[in-house]
């Protein structure tokens, strides 16, 4: 069966430092592979995706994701974290193998930037 | 750019009461669907639909009904509203029926059922 993992459920981190968001995932077959965030009150909005070819995805709002098949993992990175930042964040992954191509959401992970 | 509009955005109901969320799309997207979100179980996919006329049940849809009669509007229906369904739906869609495309979502309904 399709998953997905988010094994924290908040970051913390200072602003300006790096930040990393964890993803793992099990599918079937080739994976498809999401971030999303969600602000207070608001609906989830997508920051980037990996669908095939480079490891390293380049998103929105200067985040970027780095798929490692090996790992089974698709962490949400930053390199200088800002306080806008804080929000829920979501993994979610298509499997190839699926046709009814339903989104498969992790749990979320509350990332809390301090000034 | 409307982009996926959810009305109401809060609704209270009583236990045994129906009703309709309403979820608009304007991007003539084929593939929609609908996500309750709890805390600590991010979205779980309640129902879908490919195109219109075509609709298929997702990971929860006990006590949830839909229809896609046209390409814009996909509606979700509690039949007899219980307090396991408080909870936030999000209405979602995508562009054509591919994989590798991201989905859109509404502002989210916040429902109570007391």
């Known amino acids: 069966a399709q998953s997905v993992a988010q094994p924290e459920d908040q970051v913390n981190v200072a602003e300006g430092n790096p930040l990393t968001v964890k993803c793992t995932y099990s599918v079937s077959g080739n994976p498809y592979l999401f971030w999303y965030v969600q602000y207070p009150n608001r609906g989830l909005q997508f920051l980037l995706k990996y669908i095939t070819g480079d490891n390293l995805v380049k998103g929105s709002y200067g985040f970027e994701a780095e798929f490692n098949k090996s790992q089974t993992s698709f962490h949400l990175k930053k390199p200088s974290a800002l306080v806008s930042d804080s929000a829920l964040y979501f993994c979610a992954v298509r499997d190839i193998m699926d046709s009814s191509y339903k989104l498969i959401f992790g749990s979320g992970t509350r990332l809390l930037v301090r000034p | 750019n409307a982009g996926v509009t959810q009305t109401p955005k809060f609704q209270v109901l009583k236990t045994g009461q129906s009703m309709t969320l309403q979820c608009a799309q304007d991007m003539n997207h084929e593939y929609m669907s609908w996500y309750r979100q709890d805390p600590g179980m991010g979205l779980r996919l309640i129902h879908y639909?490919?195109?219109?006329?075509?609709?298929d049940q997702g990971e929860v849809p006990n006590g949830y009904n839909v229809s896609r009669s046209t390409t814009e509007d996909f509606p979700l229906r509690l039949l007899s509203a219980a307090p396991s369904q408080t909870s936030v739906y999000f209405c979602a869609s995508s562009l054509g029926r591919g994989l590798n495309t991201e989905a859109f979502f509404g502002q989210g309904t916040r429902l109570t059922v007391v």
């Open positions: 639909s490919v195109g219109a006329g075509i609709t």
